[in-house]
């Protein structure tokens, strides 16, 4: 991952972690000029929005970049089963492998 990409995605998290998505919102649309095609900004667009269509959109987006990254796909599983972008918790175990994990 590109440093500046990096430590503007630090950055994002610490808002997200205040409780201050609308300036985390404005930073990530800014990085998104210049980095549209980074998969993680997405989905940090995706956490700060509170339309799950516009969430869904921006995962669809992610996805579309990194297919592989494990927290877009949890949450756009989480906003398509009607759950709010902006009490996404990820979990330190991916739900997929969780669900894996309870079944054995």
Request: charged share 30%; glycine share 2%; net charge neutral.
């Amino acid at each position: 991952m590109n440093s500046s990409v990096k430590s503007i995605i630090q950055s994002i998290e610490e808002l997200v972690d205040r409780d201050q998505r609308d300036r985390a919102f404005h930073t990530i649309k800014d990085a998104l000029r210049y980095y549209p095609r980074d998969a993680r900004l997405w989905y940090w667009l995706a956490r700060c929005v509170t339309d799950p269509a516009h969430a869904g959109d921006a995962l669809r987006r992610a996805l579309q970049f990194d297919p592989t990254l494990d927290e877009a796909q949890d949450l756009y599983i989480w906003v398509q089963t009607g759950g709010d972008p902006t009490r996404w918790s990820p979990s330190p175990i991916p739900s997929t492998l969780a669900a894996t994990r309870s079944r054995r």
